[in-house]
């Protein structure tokens, strides 16, 4: 309560620096990911964005979040940690998979922003190089879409561009 209090006594002018600070993350890290011809969720207020990376064949977000780690640099969080195994629309009765979501929360640095951007610039480049090289065996794909983890079994992570730390759960 005394939180809210205390929130409520800030001039109207903290509120105004905060809303531009936050519309130009949103701005730069968005304008690059358009730049790339990713497919994102706009964000109407949220400080994170959904890039969907299902032309990537991905089915299962935890590794592709793993690998996207490993071979581009740049850490972020499976889309499926925020719902249930199956995101229900409208009357329940249908549903869609949300395992092709990955998170990126742009609340950074314009230095840090800037640098995953540059990293991510080659993702296409990348992930079509490395499906190249494992054709015969198919294992990025293999990877991306074998195993489908209960929630209660999905590793732990933190929120953040160019880090990803995950523990046992």
């Given at each position: 309560m005394e939180a809210a209090t205390v929130g409520l006594c800030f001039p109207d002018s903290y509120y105004a620096e905060l809303q531009a600070h936050y519309t130009h993350m949103k701005q730069l890290f968005c304008d690059g990911l358009k730049q790339f011809g990713l497919t994102?969720?706009?964000?109407?207020?949220?400080?994170?964005?959904?890039?969907?990376?299902?032309?990537?064949?991905?089915?299962?977000?935890?590794?592709?979040?793993e690998w996207l780690a490993e071979h581009v640099g740049v850490g972020?969080?499976?889309?499926?940690?925020?719902?249930?195994?199956?995101l229900r629309v409208g009357d329940g009765t249908s549903g869609m998979d949300v395992h092709h979501l990955i998170r990126f929360h742009f609340a950074k640095r314009d230095d840090t922003l800037n640098a995953a951007l540059d990293r991510l610039s080659e993702l296409d480049r990348k992930a079509k190089d490395y499906l190249t090289q494992h054709t015969h065996t198919n294992q990025m794909r293999r990877t991306l879409q074998e195993v489908q983890y209960p929630m209660r079994h999905r590793p732990a992570y933190t929120c953040g561009i160019c880090r990803i730390s995950g523990s046992a759960a």
């Open positions: 994102f969720t706009d964000p109407q207020g949220a400080y994170y964005v959904l890039l969907d990376v299902s032309k990537y064949g991905v089915k299962d977000d935890l590794h592709f979040c972020t969080v499976p889309g499926s940690c925020f719902f249930r195994e199956r």
